[in-house]
T-cell receptor, first 111, second 112 residues
Framework: GENVEQHPSTLSVQEGDSAVIKCTYS??????FPWYKQELGKRPQLIID?????GEKKDQRIAVTLNKTAKHFSLHITETQPEDSAVYFC??????????FGKGTKLSVKP | EAQVTQNPRYLITVTGKKLTVTCSQN?????MSWYRQDPGLGLRQIYY???????DKGDVPEGYKVSRKEKRNFPLILESPSPNQTSLYFC???????????FGPGTRLTVL
């Protein structure tokens, strides 16, 4: 089945710097790659997603890139702010149509 | 209001005492899923359901059962809970596995 690896597990940046989180997946048939943000004590929420027919997608300070050949995708956050501090999860759809999550990245943005 | 609800939100129980965590959604979603969240292990899928009467095992189904008799409900059943099932559980629903998943508020379970 699908396997999603996510790195790094923790990331600390200064406010205003950029943050990059990378994920790889194993199933070459996967075609949907969402990113979720989970603030402390809250439920995960979708922040951006990308489908396999697109190489990059942006939404204000957040962007996701996809390299289907290499089977990896990345989340880029520019001009980080303290409210970006959270755990971020990448995910990919497995061959059975179910969503498989990475282990998460704890991002800390220091003021 | 469109939402996913879970009950109970918190539960402390003892080994071997059967329990059910309910999950309900009012968005007419076909896809529903259960995850457990443990420190350092992320969100691991327990079971998922593509539609009514269709359920499949996720990555960590041992010790759990589910049913999908109606589209809106997807209960998680622990027939004989053990301490290693102490965790934070999330239910989620979406139109399909390839659409935004809406998570419930979570159920924190402690098995003594």
């Amino acid at each position: 089945g699908e396997n999603v690896e996510q790195h790094p597990s923790t990331l600390s940046v200064q406010e205003g710097d950029s943050a990059v989180i990378k994920c790889t997946y194993s199933d070459s048939a996967s075609n949907y790659f969402p990113w979720y943000k989970q603030e402390l004590g809250k439920r995960p929420q979708l922040i951006i997603d990308i489908r396999s027919n697109v190489g990059e997608k942006k939404d204000q300070r957040i962007a996701v890139t996809l390299n289907k050949t290499a089977k990896h995708f990345s989340l880029h956050i520019t001009e980080t702010q303290p409210e970006d501090s959270a755990v971020y999860f990448c995910a990919a759809v497995g061959s059975q149509g179910n969503l498989i999550f990475g282990k998460g990245t704890k991002l800390s943005v220091k003021p | 209001e469109a939402q996913v609800t879970q009950n109970p939100r918190y539960l402390i129980t003892v080994t071997g005492k059967k329990l059910t965590v309910t999950c309900s959604q009012n968005m007419n979603h076909e896809y529903m899923s259960w995850y457990r969240q443990d420190p350092g292990l992320g969100l691991r899928q327990i079971y998922y359901s593509m539609n009514v009467e269709v359920t499949d095992k996720g990555d960590v189904p041992e010790g759990y059962k589910v049913s999908r008799k109606e589209k809106r409900n997807f209960p998680l059943i622990l027939e004989s809970p053990s301490p290693n099932q102490t965790s934070l559980y999330f239910c989620a629903s979406s139109l399909s596995g390839q659409n935004e998943q809406f998570f419930g508020p979570g159920t924190r379970l402690t098995v003594l």
